[in-house]
């Protein structure tokens, strides 16, 4: 049974936009920071952006602050990930990622800090 559920990816042209979502359960999401990173082809796993578990505090990679946000809905055990102004270099197979430790703020930056990963889903940007 998949703890987090991604959803939003597909294909766009440069300058484009689109919106993921990670669903959680309960017990993956609640109390949790969350995170997404994202994959390359050949390329380590990096760090795109992090919100607290309470949603006041956000964390953004250099090269992602102004195009991306991060936002939660605790209603919906939902994160979401909103990119815009996408650039080819922004392909990849971005996962969400929930806080191994409830209640806790920490690295966000670092994949130690999460217990619980999604499947993934592939954004593709052509140019």
């Known amino acids: 049974q998949a703890q987090l559920v991604e959803s939003g990816g597909g294909l766009v042209q440069a300058g484009g936009s689109l919106r993921l979502s990670c669903a959680g359960s309960?017990?993956?999401?609640?109390?949790?920071?969350m995170g997404w990173f994202r994959q390359a082809p050949g390329k380590e796993r990096e760090f795109v952006a992090a919100?607290?578990?309470?949603?006041?505090?956000?964390n953004y990679a250099d090269s992602m602050k102004g195009r991306f946000t991060i936002s939660r809905d605790n209603a919906k055990n939902t994160v979401y990930l909103q990119m815009n102004n996408l650039k080819p270099e922004d392909t990849a197979v971005y996962y969400c990622?929930?806080?191994?430790?409830?209640?806790?703020?920490?690295?966000?930056?670092?994949?130690?800090?999460?217990?619980?990963w999604g499947q993934g889903t592939q954004v593709t940007v052509s140019s």
């Open positions: 919100i607290s578990w309470s949603g006041g505090y956000r």
């Open positions: 990622a929930a806080a191994g430790v409830m209640n806790y703020y920490g690295d966000y930056q670092n994949r130690g800090f999460y217990g619980y």
């Open positions: 309960a017990r993956t999401f609640s109390n949790r920071a």
